[in-house]
């Protein structure tokens, strides 16, 4: 069986500071990683993925995350927030092999202020 | 536009009543998904189907029920056998095999249910 821990429900930021979203994953196969953004009143949008290669894997608008094997983790992190990026943002895997069913976190609120 | 519709955004129902939630894709996918998001919950897997007549249950399908008679479409009805309906809920699409990746699936805007 598969689990995903996001470590912070609330993360209060301000603008223009560095931030980041943690999660951890328990999983007895290999997986493929995923963040999802939710904006208010909205349903969720990929954000980013890792399924191989290049540990570091970066978002259009200057979000980026890190996959490490041996702590299973998949941090999520940006330089510089904007009060655009006030959202949700869930951390989700999928085993390989499997029919594509997503595992969720249960979320981390990004609040940042002016 | 390609995309996800869900009607209708908000939803208002008496307790003892069944409700139907529509979710419809046009993005040719082949699985579609419904979860049920709680705050603080994340999103839980309600149903899902993989091809046209047929589905499995996710973690919670008590009280829920499903149909895909076609593949643009997969509505859930909640049935009064679901003691706490009212919340937020999320249709999704996917593309199986080769022309897409397990796991990157693409979300309707939400209806959001209260039964009072």
């Known amino acids: 069986a598969q689990s995903v821990t996001q470590l912070d429900s609330q993360v209060p930021v301000f603008e223009e500071a560095p931030v980041e979203l943690r999660c951890n994953y328990s999983?007895?196969?290999?997986?493929?990683l995923f963040w999802y953004v939710q904006y208010p009143n909205q349903g969720l949008q990929l954000l980013l993925k890792y399924l191989s290669g290049s540990t570091l894997v970066e978002s259009i608008n200057g979000f980026e995350a890190e996959f490490n094997k041996s702590q299973t983790s998949f941090h999520l992190r940006k330089p510089s927030v904007h009060i655009s990026d006030t959202a949700e943002y869930f951390c989700?895997?999928?085993?390989?092999?499997?029919?594509?069913?997503?595992?969720f976190g249960k979320g981390t609120k990004l609040s940042v202020k002016p | 536009d390609g995309g996800i519709t869900q009607s209708p955004k908000y939803l208002f129902r008496k307790e003892g009543q069944n409700v139907t939630l529509s979710c419809e894709q046009n993005?040719?996918?082949?699985?579609m998904y419904w979860y049920r998001q709680d705050p603080g919950q994340g999103l839980r897997l309600i149903y899902y189907?993989?091809?046209?007549?047929?589905?499995q249950k996710g973690d919670i399908a008590e009280g829920y029920s499903v149909s895909r008679e076609k593949k643009e479409s997969f509505p859930l009805t909640v049935t009064s056998a679901q003691k706490n309906p009212t919340a937020f809920y999320l249709c999704a699409s996917s593309p199986l095999g080769t022309s897409g990746v397990p796991g990157e699936q693409y979300f309707g805007p939400g209806t959001r249910l209260t039964v009072t």
């Open positions: 993005l040719n996918h082949d699985a």
């Open positions: 189907s993989q091809i046209v007549n047929d589905f």
């Open positions: 989700a895997v999928c085993p390989r092999g499997s029919q594509g069913n997503l595992i």
């Open positions: 999983s007895s196969v290999s997986v493929y």
